[in-house]
């Protein structure tokens, strides 16, 4: 009995917590990726560097708080700074657009024009990113580290394994519970959430209807930089902030929009889900695990792990291919926003 | 024939800037800056065959240039015995259970399409049990040869053979790698296929960082054999050392700016083979078979033209010139360094080339390729310059001022940013348009 | 003069006129029915009062005011409402939700009017909360004309809305666009199925090749000879 309690602990502690902060993150970034692509109909390849444009001036704000003794107690002072970072992210989205894209909507430009126009876009982002907060890593959580300590959690149950929840995964899965919650609400419920799914759905309709393109289209980079900011925010915190690796979570974040089917929300959350969760099951060493179930004797000598932990990364690339190779559409297709 | 004179001086400025940097810098690092535009030119032209003839955006630009420098190592490096005595065995076995499997895998999905839902099933079980055999058989064997003189080889080596056979085998090798990728994505909506591709190149960086037993990791491989001479035989040569003396020239530079030129010669050549083949194939029946189908897939594939059996053709051939390229970069470099492999620098870098040369023109990536890896390396001293003009009012001491000079070298990424943006925008046919036939 | 008339009017998409010198027009209260054979220009022809595609010559009056300057959305606003021929219902929608965003432009309550919908089509009430795209040919149909009437519009226009459904559907959806028009709308149809529309049309106009052939009451031209053997199969 212990020895199941024990391999819970031992799941709970290096999967499903950490699953569900990571997977959080990537709902919340490929939400933004769903939302781009079901109103302006493109891949956006700079999603990236807008995440980390809005986590750097969450970062800055938050220095400048922490300068001034303002904190929020327990909870990590970004929170508090959060809101600005949004705001400049939704300002640089709006700009971007003013400036860039709403040019090649007007031309109705191919999908694949947009994407190249968008690669641009991330170059340009990325260097403004690197030019005022440079290519290094960047520290700003602070507060309680942790709700649960693994010693505290020990000695309250007597198990051997321990189960530690850091407060950023904490802050990171309710953070996004809430804004879920808010967008589904204003998505589903709202006359303007209703008119950016009828646009999404049927443009000529839409139009017909009456409904403004271009008020939708600014609506919708509200939305996308709004998930941005707080998607590369909670990621900062909760693993560390460097320009260079948004880059790198632009696969997993497109994997997760995919595998749900692009252009579903729902599909995107359960997207981040299914691919934070198979890198931390594929990447998982069950040696422990099989010492504990298995009788003794019987446990393996390796780490019995599937994959190196380098390959982390390489996971999502895989749900990938075999999502498009076995139903191209992604796995909750048919509805799109 | 306007044109033509238009782009020949274009030619001629693009040649004259590298000029202006030989004179006023050193020609050492002029030609420094011309051997990487070569192999730019001919990385370019190789995307440029993916998306200029075809329109496919191919994002994984890296993976394939990564692969031609492991065909470098592969073939150049000499095998280290000891490290065969050790594992070698093992690994070749294992790799066999992993090709196996991978077969096992495929024949059983093709030959079981009537067992419906257990179909799945099957095949996941095969390859479950396949990787844990390969794995089981390959593990104590990688620990084995990673473990022999692990500062100095810890990896099997390669054949030994010439370098420039890397060349091919690099080609060789993206073009594999490009026929499985294309196998997938290819038929799928545009956009699936970057996505797909800008993962693949990641993972082939994340093996070759990881692999080092093959590899070597991130310890690199350095001192790759070369097919030129190097500096300092060149130094002890009597002729040379005439020659220095008689136009009064340092004998350091001299060589070093012979084995430069004999470099660039070799990439010239190959140069002109990869442009004039391109050029053929563009204006055979088959280029404008590529052209209409990129024009209108629909109506290509009406009139009866498989669509996604010629974008798999075009994109294993322009992977192929982009491995080339990759093993040629490899071995000016003299060393294999997997984590210097980094998108912004060796897929989008390249996307700039395309895009800002003219897509569709070969002429234009040529340019495309020399221009902008002239401007990424010389906008840091063009943008150091600059900032240091703009913060010359601030005070010495400025942290505003040390951080802007700090940054400046991030100014490039704008600048590239920049400058796709505006030819997109203002010139979106390049600076060499495609010609309309 | 009619409520709602397109005059001589003439044009295409390209360079070649599809329409020439093309008058057709519906009054309060009526049905309008333009009928012809295949590429005579009827589609066309709607599109064209619509202000989907621009007249060379001609023009489109609507309660005595040129109308012929306006964008689609804007005769929107002036009171046509246009039941596209395809793709006409958002499919991820709910039934509620497609007759909401068809009353977008309407900043009042429009509870009332979606009652009268719903009151017009019964099943649409059973099925409100259904997404449009599960529901069957004819069911989409009328969610279709139903998000077109929460305009409150003064002109329906109707194009080829019996394509592809059954007969019986389709009479179903003749009997309510008659109870449309009783409430004083005026109806512009295009009809695949001449005869059956027809039949329920006060006017009626046979167009060959973008020409008025001929116009008459609906019962006329089903009694004349000539069209009936020309054009609605004897």
Not at chain 2, 253 to 266: F, Q
Not at chain 2, 325 to 339: E, H, K, S, W, Y
Not at chain 3, 126 to 142: N, P, T
Not at chain 3, 211 to 224: H, M, V
Request: hydrophobic share 50%.
């Amino acid at each position: 009995m212990t020895d199941v309690l024990n391999t819970l602990a031992l799941v709970s502690n290096f999967i499903i917590v950490p699953g569900l902060a990571y997977g959080s993150q990537l709902a919340l970034g490929a939400l933004g990726i769903t939302i781009v692509y079901a109103v302006l109909r493109f891949s956006n390849f700079a999603h990236g560097e807008m995440m980390s444009f809005g986590a750097m001036i969450t970062i800055l704000v938050t220095w400048v708080l922490q300068a001034r003794g303002i904190n929020l107690g327990p909870l990590p002072t970004a929170l508090l700074a959060l809101p600005l970072g949004i705001v400049a992210t939704i300002g640089l989205c709006l700009a971007t657009d003013r400036l860039v894209y709403r040019y090649y909507r007007q031309k109705r430009a191919s999908p694949v024009t947009y994407l190249i126009v968008s690669v641009g876009v991330m170059f340009l982002m990325g260097g403004l990113i690197r030019f005022v907060i440079g290519p290094n890593d960047q520290i700003f959580a602070d507060g309680a580290r942790f709700i649960m300590k693994a010693r505290e959690f020990k000695q309250m149950t007597g198990l051997n394994e321990g189960l530690a929840i850091k407060s950023s995964q904490g802050v990171t899965v309710l953070t996004a519970v809430v804004i879920v919650a808010v967008l589904f609400w204003f998505l589903n419920r709202t006359r303007t959430g209703k008119s950016m799914r009828a646009y999404s759905d049927n443009e000529d309709l839409a139009l017909l209807s009456g409904i403004n393109p271009e008020q939708v289209v600014f609506i919708a980079w509200i939305i996308a930089g709004t998930l941005a900011a707080v998607a590369g925010t909670l990621y900062g915190l909760d693993k560390s902030y460097k320009p260079f690796t948004f880059l790198q979570l632009l696969l997993p974040i497109f994997a997760s929009a995919i595998v749900g089917g692009v252009g579903n929300p729902l599909g995107a959350i359960a997207g981040g889900f299914v691919i934070a969760f198979s890198e931390l099951i594929v990447t998982f060493a069950y040696k422990k695990v099989l010492g504990y179930l298995l009788p003794t004797g019987l446990a393996p000598e390796g780490l019995a792990q599937l994959l190196s932990t380098d390959y982390k990364f390489s996971v999502s690339f895989m749900i990938l291919v075999i999502v498009l190779l076995v139903k191209p559409t992604g796995l909750f297709s048919g509805k799109t926003l | 024939m306007n044109n033509l004179y238009r782009n020949l001086l274009l030619f001629a400025v693009m040649l004259a800037l590298v000029a202006v940097v030989g004179i006023s810098q050193s020609w050492n690092v002029a030609l420094a800056i011309l051997n990487l535009c070569l192999i730019s030119a001919i990385m370019t032209l190789g995307v440029n065959i993916q998306w200029g003839y075809a329109g496919l955006f191919n994002a994984g630009v890296m993976g394939f240039a990564a692969l031609g420098g492991l065909a470098a190592v592969l073939i150049s490096m000499p095998p280290v015995p000891a490290a065969w005595q050790a594992g070698g065995n093992g690994v070749v076995t294992g790799l066999a259970f992993g090709i196996g499997t991978v077969l096992a895998g495929i024949i059983s999905w093709r030959k079981t399409a009537h067992l419906g839902g257990k179909r799945y099933w099957l095949t996941a079980l095969i390859a479950v049990a396949g990787y844990t055999l390969m794995r089981w058989v390959i593990d104590p064997a990688i620990v084995a040869v990673e473990a022999v003189e692990p500062a100095k080889t810890g990896f099997l080596g390669g054949f030994g053979l010439p370098i420039m056979l890397s060349w091919l085998v690099g080609g060789a090798f993206a073009a594999g790698v490009a026929w499985l990728v294309g196998k997938v994505s290819l038929g799928l909506r545009s956009d699936y296929l970057a996505i797909a591709t800008l993962g693949i190149s990641e993972i082939i960086i994340y093996f070759l960082k990881n692999e080092d037993w093959l590899t070597r990791g991130v310890k690199n491989v350095n001192g790759l054999p070369r097919p030129v001479p190097y500096e300092i035989d060149l130094q002890h040569t009597v002729w040379l050392q005439n020659w220095v003396e008689t136009y009064g020239i340092s004998l350091i530079d001299a060589s070093s700016i012979i084995v430069k030129l004999c470099y660039a010669g070799l990439f010239v050549a190959v140069l002109v083979v990869i442009l004039w083949l391109s050029e053929t194939a563009l204006k055979s029946p088959w280029g404008r078979m590529m052209r209409a189908i990129r024009d209108n897939e629909t109506a290509a594939s009406a009139m009866g033209k498989n669509v996604t059996w010629r974008h798999l053709q075009v994109f294993v051939l322009g992977s192929a010139v982009v491995g080339m390229a990759g093993a040629m970069l490899t071995t000016l470099d003299g060393q294999f360094t997997p984590t210097a492999y980094q998108p912004l620098r060796f897929t989008f870098l390249i996307w700039v080339m395309v895009i800002v040369g003219g897509s569709g023109n070969n002429f234009g990536s040529v340019l495309g390729g020399f221009v902008i890896w002239f401007f990424w390396i010389e906008a840091e001293p063009i943008g150091l310059a600059l900032m240091e003009l703009i913060t010359s009012g601030m005070a010495q001491d400025s942290p505003l001022r040390h951080h802007l000079l700090d940054n400046a070298a991030h100014m490039r990424l704008m600048t590239m940013g920049l400058v796709l943006l505006l030819v997109l925008r203002f010139a979106p046919r390049g600076l060499i348009p495609e010609v309309k036939r | 003069m009619s409520f709602l008339i397109g005059e001589n009017m003439t044009g295409g998409y390209g360079a070649a006129d599809i329409l020439h010198d093309c008058t057709i027009g519906v009054d309060k209260g009526e049905i309008a029915v333009v009928v012809g054979p295949n590429g005579a220009g009827k589609s066309t022809a709607m599109k064209a009062v619509f202000g989907m595609l621009s007249l060379r010559e001609g023009k489109v009056m609507m309660d005595g005011v040129d109308i012929t300057a306006l964008k689609p959305q804007e005769r929107v606003r002036q009171g046509m409402g246009f039941v596209p021929q395809t793709n006409n219902v958002f499919t991820s929608l709910t039934v509620e939700e497609n007759l909401e965003m068809g009353a977008f432009i309407r900043r009042d309550d429009f509870s009332d009017t979606m009652v009268q919908v719903f009151d017009l089509f019964p099943v649409l009430k059973e099925k409100r909360s259904q997404l449009a795209g599960e529901l069957s040919g004819g069911q989409r149909q009328q969610v279709a004309v139903g998000r077109a009437l929460m305009t409150r519009p003064e002109v329906l226009m109707l194009d080829e809305t019996t394509a592809g459904v059954s007969p019986i559907v389709m009479d179903e959806l003749f009997d309510r666009v008659i109870e449309v028009a009783r409430t004083g709308i005026a109806i512009l149809m295009v009809e695949q199925n001449a005869k059956q529309a027809l039949n329920i049309a006060d006017k009626g106009y046979v167009l060959v090749q973008g020409r008025n052939r001929y116009t008459d009451t609906g019962a006329a031209l089903i009694a004349n000879p000539e069209v009936r053997k020309a054009f609605l199969g004897g």
